[in-house]
């Protein structure tokens, strides 16, 4: 990645942290000459010297992102560069999470560590699911995280046929929901229903029921290139696609989702060696397993 001259940034506008960050970023792109813009959505979030573009004109021409909150933020500021293949530096001004490596203290110092090249891009698997209704194309959506069929009705559970690959059926679940995560993913929901943690340097693709009413209820964990084929059976009540966290469309019975590997991978801008496990011991609160007096 060359200097960056011109940077986007994604704020979290309703944390303090962010918004005091934010200032930071105005502060340094004005003395260093770049280039900044933020989303019609966070207009104020930078000032009133700062231009606002819609979703769709946001990625066009940068060279960096930043994105300014949690990993709900980040996940938000990948999904909006992933096809223009931009970076995204993620800056914590929330809790304790997974992707943001920067703490909001310590952002000058990362941007002029970018600045100088003193960083490095790490490439993590993306998802595309496409969707078809009625037979007809409904839509693709890019995810980071994950792809969730989840029921909206409390009372009855959602019914869905799998197919893995190029091959036949494999299983009906009935359970109250279907995730296909990422391994960046696993750690999010996937893990709250009973999924592995997968290091985010494999590619994967990881199918996990939510809830299941069956024996079998175990996460299958499957070649990138092997794809998942999810159809809401009739006597299913309709479900809700959730990309990453945001409920995208409701699914009837017979809608049919296709999760595969995404085409671009997500990048995230380093500027340190990032301990993946440190980070899982901090969040789950891990004993280490040393005896301190040896």
Not at 74 to 83: E, P, V
Not at 171 to 196: K, L, N, Q
Not at 201 to 223: C, G, K, S
Request: negative net charge.
């Amino acid at each position: 990645m060359n200097r960056p001259r011109r940077v986007g940034a994604v704020v979290h506008p309703a944390r303090p942290a962010a918004a005091a960050a934010g200032k930071e970023l105005v502060d340094w792109a004005a003395e260093h000459g770049v280039q900044l813009r933020t989303l019609d959505s966070e207009r104020g979030c930078l000032g009133p010297e700062v231009p606002c573009v819609p979703p769709e004109e946001f990625a066009a021409g940068l060279d960096l992102v930043v994105s300014l909150g949690g990993d709900g933020t980040l996940l938000r500021a990948l999904g909006l560069t992933l096809s223009d293949r931009v970076p995204v530096l993620g800056v914590n001004a929330g809790r304790l999470g997974f992707l943001a490596e920067v703490e909001a203290d310590d952002l000058r110092a990362a941007l002029d560590a970018v600045d100088a090249g003193r960083h490095h891009v790490e490439r993590r698997t993306t998802l595309a699911a496409r969707v078809l209704i009625d037979g007809r194309d409904a839509g693709e959506e890019l995810a980071v995280n994950d792809v969730v069929l989840e029921k909206a009705a409390r009372e009855r559970l959602a019914a869905v046929a799998v197919r893995l690959g190029d091959g036949g059926p494999f299983a009906r679940y009935a359970a109250d929901g279907i995730i296909v995560a990422s391994p960046t993913g696993s750690t999010a929901y996937s893990f709250s229903a009973g999924g592995p943690i997968v290091s985010p340097r494999l590619d994967a693709l990881l199918l996990t029921p939510i809830a299941p009413h069956m024996v079998f209820n175990r996460t299958l964990v499957l070649h990138p290139d092997e794809g998942v084929r999810l159809e809401v059976l009739p006597d299913s009540p309709p479900l809700i696609e959730i990309v990453d966290g945001r409920a995208v469309r409701e699914l009837p019975p017979g809608a049919v989702v296709e999760v595969r590997r995404g085409r671009h991978d997500a990048l995230l801008v380093r500027v340190a060696r990032a301990d993946f496990y440190r980070l899982v011991r901090s969040k789950f609160r891990l004993a280490d397993g040393l005896d301190p007096t040896s």
